[in-house]
């Protein structure tokens, strides 16, 4: 029934199975990789900010290095070498504008040079050139504070300090223009090596902020660019925040990443929440921050993982595809084998069953023509001299000797006939049954391992009448010798053991009759699936049979 079952729907179930060894492992996967996924959106995410900053980096580098030449240049000019005095001075003056054009002849001309340069560099906000004797110029004009000397000014202290080195001083605030500067400065020296002044160009925060604020990570996305020592210089998010230190914003909660590495680290920030990552440039030691919206972040990091699933998902649609026109074929294959297995065991049924029909009719007729030869026989046989020399006596004796020969061929065919076809009943053998049946032959059953219960055999009481049989005509033929039986249980399954001896066996020189007790035998092997087998040492004969039961 449940082979029907299997047949009736084997396209089902080898699509079932296809899609079982696909679909398991290939969502397995699916499942076990979204970590990995996760982690490659967000490090892709931290490559996509390390290749902007990276541009941001050179790109400022290339600026300052271009600011650092051409203070090198103006360092070397004639004007600025010979402006080490005759340049006015406002420290003992109010707070006014400067006017560089009413002064002497060489200010006038510095004046003139610094605006050509100005003019040709928008970037630069200022350039300027203090000397010694406290005396200023700077481009572009503008009011200058009460007093200024421009020799404790921090662009001039670091200019002094730097030993003839382009050198770039720390952020400060002017309130002249109410801005925060960024200074490359140099100490001018004439060609004797006595300090003439410092020159220098400066760039606002306003500026940098305005270069950071062009590159967009992602929308709602922030940079930050953060001195050494902690102070702000720029910050696109909110520009407020320009030149103070980093613990004095927010409350001190962004003072660690000046002093920590963060990865797409999550910090709160006006009650928004930040992806944090920084970079620091070793060109410009400066450190660059960025903020971007955590949930942008996400939001990537979900769309990877829905066009996997969704690759997963259209992998398995196919395979589904694929799987049941895969089934579908083999399915055909096998059911068409099915038919003609079926068609050629009904066929197989029907040859036997005629087969065993026309043995058991010819073995019928036989057995009735060879019992009228035998009892004709038998009757000569009562009429004959006793005389040894009687040749008509010896003639009807080996007639009815050969009869008798070939009656057990005949009775030996029956048996096989009965042991492929015979009754339909499955009814087995219980070991009382075998038993006795053993006993009527003078053969003692032993037992061996656990098989102490008289429960049923695995042999067809059918079968074991005919077996019987045979053991009880082999046993008439045997000459000194015997049959024992053993029954025994090995890891329990139970199985018959069968050993014949004998000295010599009655007719062994006829090949004919000992070819019929093997073929009876090894009958009941091919039924049950035992072993046969037989040794001849000089005069001695052994076969031992096993078959399961």
């Not at 699916?30 to 967000?42: N, Y």
């Not at 630069?124 to 200058?144: D, H, R």
């Not at 002017?174 to 500067?181: A, K, L, M, Q």
């Not at 083999?330 to 029907?350: A, C, D, G, L, N």
Request: glycine content about 6%.
């Amino acid at each position: 029934m449940k082979a029907e079952f299997f047949i009736k729907h084997i396209k089902l179930f080898l699509t079932l199975i296809i899609l079982a060894a696909v679909t398991i492992p290939l969502l397995s996967l699916a499942l076990s990789s979204m970590d990995f996924i996760r982690e490659q959106a967000k490090r892709a995410f931290q490559n996509q900010f390390n290749g902007e900053v990276k541009q941001i980096d050179r790109g400022f580098s290339l600026y300052f290095n271009k600011i650092e030449n051409d203070v090198e240049y103006f360092a070397g000019n004639g004007l600025v070498l010979n402006a080490g005095s005759d340049i006015q001075t406002y420290m003992e003056s109010e707070y006014r504008q400067m006017e560089p054009e009413e002064g002497s002849s060489l200010e006038k001309r510095l004046y003139s040079l610094f605006e050509d340069y100005g003019k040709t560099h928008e970037n630069v906000s200022y350039i300027y050139f203090g000397n010694y004797e406290g005396g200023y110029v700077q481009w572009p004009k503008g009011p200058v504070v009460a007093n200024y000397d421009p020799r404790i000014r921090p662009w001039f202290v670091t200019g002094k300090n730097a030993r003839g080195k382009v050198v770039r001083a720390d952020a400060y605030y002017w309130v002249g223009d109410d801005t925060t500067i960024v200074s490359t400065v140099k100490r001018v020296s004439d060609a004797e090596g006595r300090p003439v002044g410092v020159i220098g160009i400066d760039v606002t925060l306003d500026q940098l902020t305005s270069m950071l604020d062009s590159v967009k990570l992602a929308p709602g996305s922030a940079m930050m660019l953060i001195e050494q020592n902690g102070r702000v210089i720029a910050d696109t998010r909110n520009k407020d925040n320009n030149f103070k230190f980093i613990h004095e914003i927010e409350k001190g909660r962004l003072a660690s990443i000046n002093y920590r590495d963060y990865n797409l680290e999550v910090l709160s920030i006006d009650g928004i929440e930040y992806m944090v990552s920084n970079y620091d440039s070793l060109e410009l030691g400066w450190r660059f921050v960025s903020f971007v919206p955590a949930h942008i972040v996400e939001d990537r990091v979900k769309q990877a993982v829905d066009e996997f699933m969704l690759i997963t998902l259209s992998s398995i649609l196919s395979f589904v595809l694929i799987s049941f026109i895969v089934a579908s074929v083999i399915s055909r294959t096998i059911s068409h084998y099915i038919r003609q297995v079926e068609f050629h065991q009904k066929e197989t049924e029907k040859l036997a069953a005629t087969r065993s029909h026309f043995l058991k009719n010819v073995s019928h007729l036989l057995r009735t023509s060879l019992n009228h030869i035998h009892g004709y026989c038998q009757y000569l046989l009562t009429r004959t001299s006793k005389d040894a020399d009687d040749k008509e006596a010896l003639a009807v004796q080996r007639i009815f000797d050969s009869s008798n020969t070939l009656k057990q061929h005949i009775d030996d065919i029956y048996t096989l006939v009965e042991l492929e076809t015979g009754s339909p009943s499955l009814e087995m053998a219980s070991l009382q049954s075998f038993r006795a049946a053993m006993s009527q032959v003078d053969i003692q059953v032993d037992f061996a391992g656990n098989v102490i219960d008289e429960g049923s055999l695995s042999i067809e009481s059918r079968h074991l009448e005919v077996l019987v049989s045979t053991l009880e005509r082999i046993k008439n033929q045997l000459v000194k010798g015997g049959i024992s039986c053993l029954i025994e249980a090995n890891s329990g399954q139970r199985q018959l053991l069968i050993n014949i001896e004998s000295m010599s066996l009655i007719g062994m020189s006829d090949t004919q009759n000992r070819d019929s007790k093997e073929l009876l035998l090894n009958g009941f092997v091919d039924l049950y699936g035992g072993a046969y087998e037989e040794k001849t040492e000089k005069d001695r004969v052994s076969i031992l049979v096993t078959i399961p039961c």
